[in-house]
């Protein structure tokens, strides 16, 4: 009987394991307040109820969907396709900010500034089509390793925020990523590693033009999807203000500003804050990447969720999980 | 007994009639070709399937979707929008295009060309929020009447297309909007009319900027949607190439050689050729609107299906339904 007894609570948790929500998440104000916005906009019988249809999220990908330290995963992608390419261009040798990339030499490489990194992006994102780019990506990811972890970068996801888009798509909405990151750079992985469909993917893009039945990348920025820009992208790619704004930087601002500012619909904002430097790393008001310093200050007046990664995550990565 | 006969039959044609696929569309090759299309790519077991996340289809709108002459339908709402705005821009009555817009003088409107179109756009789209316009033009819609039928513009719509969308819905297409509309035109009449949803229209663009919450429309083109940027659209917004193109016109042309050149899934292409005067209007190679002159010579050397709207209709418009 005993036996029987605890079979059936093992049971019992089980089931209660397999279906509860956000399960990386501790209990807390977080946790909470995201719970109870989604009974709330969900619920028929709420006056905050919104039709499914207008049930828009947005979410960051750098630093808010997965690890943006070092420096920006995209950036080393460019920078391994500099290595590679470099015996065709023997000037790259003697000109910044490719004599940098080359030397190993990260310094220099950030040194260079935002103009250094648009060279990187445009020398080592242009001239094929989109479908060869996205193959070149794709293998990139396979054997490429994280600087500080050496983790393939598809590990360093954060499952709290797998759950919370999974939870979100459970209760019928569209889930869109709206990133400074490279829209081409996002669509190779994005799909499968988070589920989110390419035309759900909104972010930063390179000139391109129509040729023979294919897209080719030029060696030119058209749009850069940050701070004022990021509420343009959503205008223009989804034409719906979003209900809920996910991000973690001053980059995020002004697209959590601009669905806060929905009229007609209950909004939820949340900043990831960045607090444990053990299990990933600890960075805000000072950080040259991922900078959070204002949204900080606004999000602390104005009720906003801001999740302390430390305190209110069970894990940061998928794979502690099966530790 | 012969009545209970009698009424059995009926009830079983009203039954067939209630789920009959494309019932505006007479039995011929067009309808066939669509139906055997949709067949093969939504069975699991047939060679030619297509996962549903992959079923993208794109369609053109002026002239494809809804009427398109005497000239683009937004051009009369520029138009009255000039009008309207005439007596805070006393200038306008000696320049040109405004000049001739105010003077009724259509041939002057036409003679100012692209530019002066531009001009005119830009002039009546811009200096508000796109939510303010948004409402502009759902009142213009409510009580403007197209000049050669004297019905509101949202009458002219193709009820076979609107069939087609439908029935490509149901089998879990993802319908997109790809015109050189404009997106925020588009956007205030699409989603009720035709029912397909804001983030589903794609179209030419004003410049935009975001302030204080709100998305401001400039006096800019941002981006013409036309010819070999419609395949540049689609890979920005959806990021996947469509298996399905829907056109009227060689401005459509591109867009239908970049689904064709799919290596992926089976396409399907397809031209809506207007050849009933009586009906609706009868133009191709020589009109200066909707011009399908290359466009018609490859779909019929390629095997596109080419809908001949006098043969293959049965009504062209949704009021025809009433009679």
């Excluded at 996910?246 to 959590?256: H, K, T, V």
């Amino acid at each position: 009987m005993k036996v029987l007894m605890s079979l059936l609570v093992l049971g019992v948790l089980s089931f209660a394991n397999a279906t509860e929500v956000l399960p990386s998440w501790n209990e807390g104000k977080s946790k909470s307040s995201i719970m109870h916005y989604v009974q709330a906009v969900t619920d028929k019988n709420s006056a905050d109820y919104i039709a499914a249809k207008d049930r828009i999220a947005v979410f960051d990908n750098d630093g808010t969907l997965w690890s943006e330290r070092p420096v920006y995963f995209q950036l080393y992608f460019a920078m391994d396709r500099v290595k590679a390419l470099a015996s065709e261009h023997p000037e790259w040798k003697t000109t910044e900010p490719f004599k940098s990339v080359l030397e190993n030499n990260m310094t220099g490489v950030m040194k260079s500034g935002e103009h250094g990194l648009v060279t990187l992006v445009n020398a080592t994102h242009s001239g094929m089509d989109v479908e060869t780019f996205k193959s070149e990506v794709q293998t990139w990811l396979k054997s490429a390793k994280h600087a500080t972890t050496d983790r393939p970068y598809t590990d360093l996801i954060y499952q709290p925020m797998m759950e919370l888009i999974q939870y979100l798509e459970a209760n019928d909405f569209k889930v869109y990523i709206v990133s400074g990151g490279g829209i081409d750079f996002m669509r190779a992985f994005v799909p499968e590693l988070y589920g989110i469909p390419e035309e759900h993917i909104i972010g930063s893009m390179g000139k391109v033009h129509y040729k023979d039945g294919k897209i080719i990348k030029d060696d030119e920025i058209h749009f850069i999807d940050d701070k004022e820009t990021k509420p343009v992208a959503i205008y223009r790619t989804i034409g719906k203000r979003p209900v809920a704004a996910f991000g973690n930087s001053d980059g995020d601002f002004a697209m959590m500003l601009y669905t806060e500012a929905n009229k007609k619909h209950k909004t939820l904002q949340l900043y990831v804050h960045h607090t444990d430097e053990k299990r990933e790393f600890a960075y805000d008001r000072k950080s040259h990447i991922g900078k959070l310093d204002k949204g900080l200050d606004y999000a602390r007046d104005h009720n906003w969720t801001v999740v302390d990664m430390k305190k209110e995550w069970k894990v940061i990565y998928p794979f502690e999980l099966e530790k």
